[in-house]
């Protein structure tokens, strides 16, 4: 068994649970990796001995079993940025607030390898967006892809921008807003969500635009298929606008056609069986519970 271990070097406060973790792994021989940072920081703070480390270049190949996160959802959406197209499947633990990717709770760390070697859990396919643009966008170069979402957003401005938007080449609609979001069923619990989109279960081939406090009022989230390539322009009083993937920016100026599909590859979640994402949901937005009292 191989597993991989990533953290916010930031994050002190997960670091009794990662020896938890270890002390788990080691019961089961699992040959381990922690990534570079994440190991000065556990070296210094608790002595953790020498172990393989890696980086976002070297250290993990597609023989990993586990690649385990410690932190919240924004830990493991930079956590793709390790695996990319590896196939190694992602389980987060959560040091912090619930989120909607990173469940397993930090108590319960040890379970993370004994419901894994019992078979207790299923492998989900997360499905990702990439963004591309005439002449290029070098912030991004060959991370060019997001687990949650692409957004484009005004930049230096109050004043709102607009997004003419085209599906398969077919004009849609000109979006006045301070932004528009194209969301995969992932990234319809992150900011999708926090500006009226729907909520979509993980498996489904979708992707839904988000408009950003939208001016024309009849603009409405919009579910589409996830093989339809979505062509933007923006505009604006600026001559500049923002293009974001997940956490990664880059400024983009306006009049540039910006390219959005789905990506070529996926990313494998492990779902516990006794952390669904269905239990996610009831959990986080209070679903089933009667709040008369």
Known sequence: MKVAIYGQTYQESAVSYVLELLDELQKVNAAISIEKEFHSLLSKTKGVSAC??????????????????????????????????????IVGVNTGRLGFLSTFKKEDVRKVVTEFTQGSYSIVERSLVEVSASGGIPEFAEMNFALNEVTVSRKDTTSMITVETYLNDEYLTSYWADGLIIATPTGSTGYSLSCGGPVIVPTAKSLVLTPIAPHNLNARPLVISDDTVIRLKVSGREDNHLVSLDSRIASIENGREIYIRK????????????????????????????RRN
């Open 52 to 89: 393989d480390t890696f980086d976002e270049i070297t250290g993990l190949d597609s023989t990993f079993d586990m690649f385990v996160s410690f932190g919240g959802d924004g830990t493991i959406l930079r956590a793709t940025t390790y695996v990319r197209d590896l196939g190694i499947p």
């Open 263 to 290: 990506a070529g590859f996926s990313v494998k979640m492990i779902e516990y069986t006794s952390e669904s994402f269905l239990k996610t949901l009831r959990n986080k937005l209070l679903w089933g519970e009667d």
